[in-house]
């Protein structure tokens, strides 16, 4: 009879009878995810709090990302559940000395957070639409579909007024004031339901909600950068060569494009410094301190894992790019590599 | 018309009325109940690897008492065999957890091959049997996200079939090894001591089969309990102790090598 892990567990010298890798594929997804989530978000506060007016495009941009993400966040910890109809149970009976058990709380809570944020910003362009839509006199099927849609993403409040708009920037600021040591709390938190389980040496550092944090940060920053490029050259190429008035040129697009990947691989460096060095402070201290751990995480990390480790991890996945993005004169293609190259070692 | 004010009246009345009912006031006054029953035993665990041969009886007898699937690669209870070479070298193995018995030298390197051992090479071999230690501060309870898996007055951890979601965080807290996700009811499962056995006066399956009494159990507050007066006056140890997970299943004559 088939056991659960059994598929995909490969046994190797002496291990207890019932250990298999229970948490596969799935469970790696989900740090990922909120790490883009927070990392996105921080992105886009970099802006609404501090103010940095180079990533005025990208904070706007940034937060869809987020946010979409997060509502796919819980879906790979469902299919993980092997009870999955029982998911709910979560919130029935929280047993709070667990570190799952929050989930919930802090989930819900950074989702409402981001959402009314989305809506403060884009809240002018809800009305704006709905407004034109409504005007119109014959309007063809999707145009009424589109108009129920976004008056109702506008939840009835028409005022556009300088006055208005003043208050949706400041909600804004407030809400990505607060929204950040949520963020970093819905993803330190992730780092620490793993870096608690003291039955897995490998995990089990008190660096691990910072180091998820770091980590999740860059991975954000860099898939917010992918994607925004992407957005963008599509925006660029379904524009007529001939300039067309009233809206911008190629060559405009492109001009802020770059200036905005600039800036913000400049910030993707500095976190990315920040988390490199916090796994390697962790590598050195437990190779320096060698408690009885280490006799079996050193076999791991420096034989049968070495070339996930040192070969994809840190040469792929953190020098090339770390290198990629320091050189001067950035171009979109090295940074789009450099991204890439990033989100490869977060997954391996 | 329904006011406010109304409303939320209606609501707490709702609440106070409904924290009336049975299965409400189970949930919230249970442990108040249990405790009203009197002193509860402690159980605890004394295994002697100097009496086990490694005959595999009380892995098979557990898999038949507790319904897990006997062919499957995942048990309650089993027993390591650790090989000491003159080299200094360790090795270990529990071939589908000892169920059938060490009938050969050869120790299992789990990649599918073996790996024979002359005689003249041992400088010692013994071997030790595993159960859930039921731990007085259990990490597999402490990570339970929805509360299915519980300490027991008398200090079992049991696992609730009905509410378990499968999220397999207790398995991966579990410094021993002993959680495992059921092949056919898909929850974690472990061993509970035979938990439907002791509360009626029986021994475990394991206790009941193992010919040289190398598996005893006993109430850790009767100070007459053999099993007690054993640990309170012998040399006895526990796996795993800097996990701080106190736990209650004692050990006569463990060995540094035993993982």
Request: aromatic share 12%; proline share 5%; with cysteine.
């Given at each position: 009879?088939e056991v659960?892990?059994?598929?995909?567990?490969l046994?190797e010298l002496?291990?207890y009878?019932?250990e298999?890798?229970?948490w596969?594929v799935?469970i790696?997804?989900y740090?990922?995810?909120?790490?883009?989530?927070?990392?996105?978000f921080?992105?886009?506060?970099?802006?609404?709090?501090?103010?940095?007016?180079?990533?005025?495009?990208?904070?706007?941009?940034?937060?869809?990302?987020s946010?979409?993400?997060?509502?796919?966040?819980?879906?790979p910890?469902l299919?993980?559940l092997?009870?999955?109809?029982?998911?709910?149970?979560?919130?029935?009976?929280?047993?709070?000395?667990?570190?799952?058990?929050?989930?919930?709380?802090v989930?819900?809570?950074?989702?409402?957070?981001?959402?009314?944020?989305?809506?403060?910003?884009?809240?002018?362009?809800?009305?704006?639409?709905?407004?034109?839509?409504?005007?119109?006199r014959?309007?063809?099927l999707?145009?009424?579909?589109?108009?129920?849609?976004?008056?109702?993403l506008?939840?009835?409040?028409y005022?556009?007024?300088?006055?208005?708009?003043?208050?949706?920037?400041?909600?804004?600021?407030?809400?990505?004031?607060?929204?950040?040591?949520?963020?970093?709390f819905?993803?330190g938190?992730?780092?620490?339901?793993?870096?608690?389980v003291?039955a897995?040496?490998?995990?089990?550092?008190?660096?691990?909600?910072?180091?998820?944090?770091?980590?999740a940060?860059?991975?954000?920053?860099?898939l917010?950068?992918?994607?925004?490029?992407?957005?963008?050259?599509?925006?660029r190429m379904?524009?007529?060569?001939?300039?067309?008035?009233?809206?911008?040129?190629r060559?405009?697009?492109?001009?802020?494009?770059?200036?905005?990947i600039?800036?913000?691989?400049?910030?993707?460096?500095?976190?990315?410094?920040?988390?490199?060095?916090?796994?390697?402070?962790?590598?050195?201290?437990?190779?320096?301190?060698?408690?009885?751990?280490?006799?079996?995480?050193?076999?791991?990390?420096?034989?049968?894992?070495f070339?996930?480790?040192?070969?994809?991890?840190?040469?792929?996945?953190?020098?090339?790019?770390?290198?990629?993005?320091?050189?001067?004169?950035?171009t979109?293609?090295?940074?789009?590599?450099?991204?890439?190259?990033w989100?490869?070692?977060?997954?391996? | 018309?329904?006011?406010?004010?109304?409303?939320v009246?209606?609501?707490?009345?709702?609440?106070?009325?409904?924290?009336?009912?049975?299965s409400?006031?189970?949930?919230?006054?249970?442990?108040?109940?249990?405790g009203?029953?009197?002193q509860?035993?402690?159980?605890?665990?004394?295994?002697d690897t100097?009496?086990?041969?490694?005959?595999?009886?009380?892995?098979?007898?557990?898999?038949?008492?507790?319904?897990?699937?006997?062919?499957?690669?995942?048990?309650?209870?089993?027993?390591?065999?650790?090989?000491?070479t003159?080299?200094?070298?360790?090795?270990?193995d529990?071939?589908k957890?000892?169920?059938?018995?060490?009938?050969?030298?050869?120790?299992?390197q789990?990649t599918?091959?073996?790996?024979?051992?002359?005689p003249?090479?041992?400088a010692?071999a013994?071997?030790?049997?595993?159960?859930c230690?039921?731990?007085?501060?259990?990490?597999?309870v402490?990570?339970?996200?929805?509360?299915?898996?519980?300490?027991?007055?008398?200090?079992?951890v049991?696992?609730?079939?009905?509410?378990?979601?499968?999220?397999g965080y207790?398995?991966?807290a579990?410094?021993y090894?002993?959680?495992?996700?059921?092949?056919?009811y898909?929850?974690?499962?472990?061993?509970?001591?035979?938990?439907h056995?002791?509360?009626?006066?029986?021994?475990?399956a394991?206790?009941?089969?193992?010919?040289?009494e190398?598996?005893?159990i006993?109430?850790?507050?009767?100070?007459?309990?053999?099993?007690t007066r054993?640990?309170?006056t012998?040399?006895v140890?526990?796996?795993?102790?800097?996990?701080?997970?106190?736990?209650?299943?004692?050990?006569?004559?463990?060995?540094?090598?035993?993982?």
């Amino acid at each position: 009879m088939e056991v659960h892990g059994e598929a995909w567990t490969l046994k190797e010298l002496f291990v207890y009878p019932n250990e298999y890798v229970y948490w596969s594929v799935q469970i790696v997804m989900y740090p990922f995810m909120t790490g883009v989530v927070a990392g996105a978000f921080v992105l886009s506060s970099l802006y609404h709090v501090f103010g940095i007016k180079q990533l005025r495009g990208m904070a706007r941009f940034s937060l869809v990302p987020s946010f979409a993400l997060l509502l796919a966040v819980p879906l790979p910890l469902l299919f993980h559940l092997l009870q999955p109809r029982r998911a709910f149970n979560v919130f029935l009976t929280p047993h709070f000395t667990s570190a799952i058990a929050a989930f919930g709380v802090v989930f819900s809570a950074y989702t409402a957070i981001v959402a009314s944020e989305l809506w403060f910003l884009y809240r002018k362009h809800f009305v704006t639409v709905a407004t034109a839509l409504r005007e119109k006199r014959d309007r063809s099927l999707r145009e009424t579909l589109l108009l129920l849609l976004y008056s109702a993403l506008t939840l009835g409040a028409y005022d556009i007024s300088e006055n208005a708009l003043r208050k949706d920037e400041n909600a804004t600021r407030v809400l990505a004031g607060i929204g950040i040591p949520v963020a970093c709390f819905l993803h330190g938190y992730a780092g620490f339901i793993f870096g608690s389980v003291k039955a897995n040496a490998l995990w089990m550092t008190p660096l691990m909600p910072v180091i998820f944090i770091m980590s999740a940060v860059v991975s954000g920053i860099a898939l917010c950068m992918l994607t925004y490029i992407v957005v963008m050259e599509v925006r660029r190429m379904r524009l007529s060569a001939v300039p067309v008035p009233h809206q911008p040129t190629r060559e405009e697009i492109k001009g802020v494009e770059l200036s905005e990947i600039t800036t913000t691989a400049k910030y993707l460096v500095l976190f990315m410094i920040f988390a490199i060095s916090l796994e390697l402070l962790d590598l050195i201290f437990r190779e320096y301190t060698a408690l009885k751990s280490w006799d079996v995480l050193r076999r791991i990390i420096y034989g049968r894992d070495f070339t996930n480790i040192f070969i994809l991890q840190y040469l792929i996945g953190n020098l090339v790019p770390f290198v990629m993005l320091l050189l001067p004169n950035l171009t979109i293609r090295r940074a789009v590599v450099s991204a890439c190259c990033w989100c490869f070692s977060v997954c391996s | 018309m329904i006011t406010r004010r109304n409303f939320v009246r209606g609501l707490l009345r709702f609440a106070f009325g409904i924290s009336w009912h049975p299965s409400v006031a189970t949930v919230a006054f249970r442990k108040r109940a249990m405790g009203e029953e009197g002193q509860a035993p402690r159980w605890a665990f004394l295994v002697d690897t100097y009496k086990c041969v490694g005959c595999g009886f009380c892995v098979k007898a557990c898999k038949l008492e507790n319904d897990v699937p006997y062919d499957a690669n995942v048990t309650r209870t089993w027993v390591e065999r650790y090989i000491l070479t003159k080299s200094g070298e360790v090795l270990a193995d529990t071939p589908k957890g000892g169920r059938d018995g060490f009938i050969t030298p050869k120790v299992q390197q789990n990649t599918g091959h073996y790996r024979e051992v002359k005689p003249e090479e041992i400088a010692k071999a013994f071997f030790v049997p595993k159960l859930c230690n039921q731990c007085e501060n259990p990490p597999c309870v402490q990570v339970c996200p929805v509360g299915a898996t519980y300490q027991t007055e008398d200090g079992v951890v049991l696992v609730d079939r009905q509410w378990c979601i499968g999220c397999g965080y207790c398995i991966m807290a579990c410094p021993y090894g002993v959680r495992f996700f059921h092949p056919v009811y898909k929850v974690a499962d472990k061993c509970n001591f035979c938990y439907h056995r002791i509360h009626q006066g029986l021994k475990p399956a394991c206790v009941e089969a193992c010919p040289f009494e190398a598996r005893l159990i006993g109430d850790l507050n009767n100070p007459d309990a053999p099993v007690t007066r054993f640990i309170n006056t012998q040399r006895v140890g526990v796996l795993k102790e800097d996990y701080g997970t106190k736990p209650q299943v004692y050990y006569a004559g463990l060995s540094k090598e035993v993982r």
